[in-house]
């Protein structure tokens, strides 16, 4: 089955004058127009596409990346507003469509937001929604405190910043535990801090305990290198002047200074740290 919204390995068929047709081994075939054929191919190949829907509606396949692919979330800047709804750039010639209905404002054209793409089984037509909620579980959830997962930023709260988890869960990053620039959209790193009774996850930009002792070692040591061997913080520094300079709180950095001691690579002086 080609399957829309997706990559799909297809084997060349025939070559046409409208470019080649690929086929799955169920006996379906779909088109990739002359514009996206390869310079060289053998009949029998097999090529990896994206296969959606083009201006007249049929499937069609494409060697172009789209910006975000079916049941995933991503951050997509508005094109084009008309009387069916908010049309995104994902990448492609004919851009996703955000439904009125499926926008949690109202979308303005050359504005950026996160989304949602979907495969709408009413029309067979993949579309995209900015009412993320509905698309996110925390009832059966597949993830565990310390867990390293994957986030997207959403919207920033009174608490923090709300985060999707894995493309599947909701997520908070509460605003003092922050130490670095972050903004809607962005794509990070984060840890599983806790989960409470209620299934409400809170989540973490730095490994949780011990677990952030190397990496925060690693962080001072690469920034030790690329100022010279020497850096004018050191465990009595102003809190913020160590957030501002190495995004990371200041038990963070103590800790980090204390494991590198620890291991004989820093010298710790008065008014700074020092490559041994």
């Known amino acids: ?10 084997e060349i068929l025939r070559d046409t004058t409208v470019g080649l047709f ?15 054929v390869p310079e060289e191919f053998e009949i029998g190949d097999y090529l990896d596409v994206f296969c959606y829907l083009d201006h007249e509606e049929r499937i069609v396949a494409t060697t172009l990346v789209p910006f975000v692919t079916v049941d995933q ?4 800047q508005v094109a084009e507003v008309n009387e069916y709804g908010a049309f995104m750039d994902w990448g ?11 926008q949690r ?19 067979d037509r993949l579309v995209a929604s ?9 009832e059966n959830l597949t993830v565990q405190a310390l867990d390293e997962v994957d986030l997207v930023v959403t919207r920033l709260t009174d608490l923090g910043w709300e985060v999707i988890i894995n493309h599947k869960h909701k997520g908070l990053v509460y605003s003092n535990e922050i130490f670095k620039k972050v903004a809607v ?21 730095q490994p949780i305990g011990y677990q952030s002792l190397e990496p925060a070692a690693n962080l001072i040591y690469e ?11 050191h465990d009595k520094s102003d809190p913020e002047d160590i957030k501002r300079i190495m995004q990371m709180s200041k038990k963070t950095f103590k800790k980090g200074i204390g494991a590198l001691y620890k291991e004989r690579k820093i010298e710790i002086k008065p008014d700074s740290i020092k490559l041994l």
């Open 92 to 102: 492609l010639e004919k851009h996703l469509l955000v439904p009125f209905r499926e």
């Open 223 to 233: 920034k030790l290198v690329a100022n010279g061997g020497v850096l004018n913080l």
């Open 185 to 205: 959209g962005d794509k990070l790193k984060g840890y599983i801090k806790n989960i409470r009774p209620d299934n409400k996850i809170d989540v973490s930009l």
């Open 1 to 10: 089955m080609i399957a829309l919204g997706k990559y799909n390995n297809l």
């Open 73 to 76: 979330f991503q951050l997509l």
């Open 105 to 123: 404002n109202k979308m303005q054209e050359g504005q950026w937001y996160v989304v949602y793409c979907y495969l709408d089984e009413k029309t």
């Open 130 to 138: 900015n009412k993320l909620d509905k698309f996110l579980s925390n």
């Open 22 to 36: 690929l086929g799955d081994d169920e006996g379906n075939d779909v088109l990739l127009p002359n514009k996206y």
